[in-house]
């Protein structure tokens, strides 16, 4: 029986693309290299910090989600400490142990899945494509959600108010 993890990194904004697939397909070598298995790869993207980490505003945020030992966690977190590019990281054990067989299960019928909603984006996409702005989407005689106070009170008018 394996044991379940995932790791979220997060990597320099500025990274081009090779790199930063540089730095996934050496994760997964650590993992399967160390008899793990791979269960999914996600690319969440750029997205804005929350707060500044190591001076940096943005990040690249990806994940691995697999099995295997201790050990692999101890290796990936030691190359993670040692790379500069990578900004912060998290490794998560996951409850319950898995088998081999039933995560490259997993693993296949989420590639079929992605597959099959490519193909989908794909037929969809021979129609026109069309952006829809706010403005597009609200008819011309809308009434906003909300209007704006008559008069705003400060602290002294409230509390003489209610006299």
């Known amino acids: 029986m394996l044991q379940r993890y995932e790791v979220v990194a997060i990597v320099l904004a500025d990274l081009n693309d090779e790199d930063i697939t540089a730095l996934i ?3 997964q070598t650590i993992i399967t290299d160390r008899k793990g298995v791979i269960a999914k790869v ?10 500044e980490i190591k001076k940096q505003k943005d990040g690249y945020y990806f994940l691995i ?3 295997g030992d201790g050990a692999i966690v101890s290796e990936i977190e030691r190359t993670y400490k040692i790379d500069d590019r990578i900004i912060k990281f998290m490794t998560v054990k ?3 142990a898995a088998t081999r067989e039933g995560i490259e299960q997993e693993a296949a019928d989420a590639e079929a899945k992605r597959t099959q909603a ?4 794909e037929a969809a996409g021979s129609g026109e494509v069309r952006t829809i702005s706010q403005a597009d989407k609200a008819p011309k005689d809308a009434k906003p959600a909300f209007s704006a106070p008559k008069k705003i009170y400060n602290k ?8």
């Open 42 to 51: 996600d690319k969440w993207g750029k997205k804005h910090l929350a707060y």
């Open 65 to 67: 989600d697999f099995a």
């Open 118 to 121: 490519r193909a989908e984006i």
């Open 156 to 163: 002294e008018e409230l509390s003489t108010k209610g006299e």
């Open 25 to 27: 397909e050496r994760t």
């Open 94 to 96: 996951k409850e319950g």
